[in-house]
């Protein structure tokens, strides 16, 4: 049974207040709250537990990397790898794709090659290509989503031609909540022998994954969003893939041996985590995930689902309301614009004064916005934590902006 009440209890923060108001958490797209679990994990690893990884023989050595090595078997758990030897650990999903671009495809894409992205693509999985196109004359293929912000998995396959190298799709697009088909995609691709980068930021949170299931060769997880540290995250690289990369940075942990005139690699996973890591944000990291499946991913998904419903209909009874993006499985995720014109940052300024954090901008999608014919959205974003009754609270916040901006 999902517990409401007592996953709120979980989140010390959510107590707290903002500007003298009950503090409504909405951007969670953003970044979400830690559980108590979390803060004291880290507490504990800290204060009773801290030493390197990977180098001592010591005890506390020994203990601190069983607990960072351990990490990785609840990822594989969290995401349905079997194999879990195919998960490097890392800081987020910005630092997975661009070793994926400098590893996997840097060394493998002449100029004319190709790259398929989406529109909907967060800048983390748009600007490590561009650094191709600039450097190596790789060409970027463009994909649309509809005016719902659907994408059809058949248009990025059709997108694939005699020179594409890979398809790099998000899972869930941070503004407009879309759930892409991304197992279709992928079945698509390796039809054509193109390998497939998922972007799993904002889809791991909302929503049980199953990777081997997708079959896709990457996909992507950033910690800070999934209720643990931030400075974690994960890549999953598909065997034949880890085969082909080359290394990413070079440094201590991720060599077998050095000399004067030649180095030689560790084996994968290692070979492509160099030098410390962050130890304590990837334990605190597993806290997190565990706390997730003990609430369960598909109550989550139930309880986001029953939430999503309930603030696009109220959203949608606005008539002086935009709501960008309308898919129907969307995550509940909200880009907001008012018709009357009133500017992101000013709705989020009133809003704020009502204690409901939400994030204005264009939210690190500036192809998509463009593409919506939108300049910036407030966006409220939900989370495990929320409720219908902050709903409520939006919505008064949002009535006053419309009051004051028209
Ligand atoms: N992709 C998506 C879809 C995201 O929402 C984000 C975070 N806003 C990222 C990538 C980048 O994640 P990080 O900054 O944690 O590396």
Same mark, same amino acid.
């Given at each position: 049974?999902?517990? %409401? ?20 958490? =909405? ?38 990397? *069983? ?55 967060? +800048? ?27 994408? *059809?998995?058949?248009?990025? %396959? ?31 691709? +390796?039809?054509?022998?193109?390998? @497939?980068? @998922? ?7 909302? !929503?049980?994954?199953?990777?081997? *299931? ?30 082909? !990369? ?33 130890? @304590? ?39 002086? @309301? ?22 992101? +940052? ?22 998509? !916005? ?25 919505? *008064?916040? =949002? ?8």
């Amino acid at each position: 049974m999902f517990d %409401i009440d007592a996953v709120r209890a979980d989140f010390p923060i959510l107590s707290r207040e903002v500007n003298g108001k009950p503090l409504v958490y =909405l951007d969670n797209g953003a970044s979400a709250q830690k559980p108590q679990v979390v803060i004291d994990a880290i507490t504990q690893a800290y204060s009773q537990e801290y030493s390197n990884v990977h180098r001592g023989l010591h005890y506390l050595s020994n203990l601190a990397t *069983d607990k960072y090595e351990s990490v990785r078997g609840t990822i594989a758990k969290f995401l349905h790898i079997a194999d879990e030897d195919q998960i490097i650990l890392n800081s987020g999903t910005t630092e997975g794709i661009n070793m994926v671009a400098y590893s996997w495809a840097m060394p493998r894409m002449q100029a004319g090659d190709e790259i398929v992205l989406s529109i909907m693509e967060h +800048h983390a999985n748009i600007v490590p290509w561009h650094f191709l196109r600039e450097r190596q004359g790789v060409v970027i293929k463009w994909v649309d989503c509809d005016a719902n912000g659907d994408l *059809d998995p058949q248009a990025v %396959i059709d997108a694939i031609g005699p020179k594409t190298k890979l398809v790099a799709v998000t899972h869930v697009s941070n503004v407009l909540g879309t759930v892409v088909d991304v197992k279709a995609i992928t079945e698509g691709a +390796h039809a054509k022998g193109v390998p @497939v980068l @998922v972007d799993g930021s904002q889809a791991a949170v909302h !929503m049980p994954v199953d990777v081997d *299931d997708i079959g896709c060769d990457f996909y992507a997880i950033t910690g800070h969003k999934l209720y643990g540290p931030s400075g974690s995250g994960a890549i999953f690289v598909r065997k034949e893939r880890l085969a082909e !990369m080359r290394p990413f940075m070079g440094g201590g942990d991720m060599i077998r041996e050095v000399t004067r005139d030649e180095v030689t690699w560790n084996d994968p996973p290692m070979k492509f985590e160099a030098g410390t890591p962050g130890i @304590v944000q990837t334990i605190g990291l597993g806290v997190a995930l565990d706390y997730m499946m003990g609430l369960g991913m598909e109550n989550i998904a139930a309880h986001e689902r029953t939430l999503r419903d309930y603030a696009r209909d109220r959203l949608n009874g606005l008539n002086w @309301v935009n709501v960008q993006g309308q898919s129907a499985t969307k995550a509940a995720i909200f880009s907001l614009t008012l018709t009357g014109g009133a500017h992101a +940052h000013d709705i989020s300024t009133v809003l704020d004064k009502k204690g409901v954090a939400v994030r204005a901008g264009t939210h690190c999608a500036m192809p998509l !916005m463009e593409h919506m014919g939108v300049g910036a959205t407030c966006r409220a974003s939900f989370g495990v934590y929320n409720t219908k009754a902050e709903v409520d609270v939006l919505i *008064d916040a =949002l009535e006053l902006c419309h009051e004051l901006f028209g």
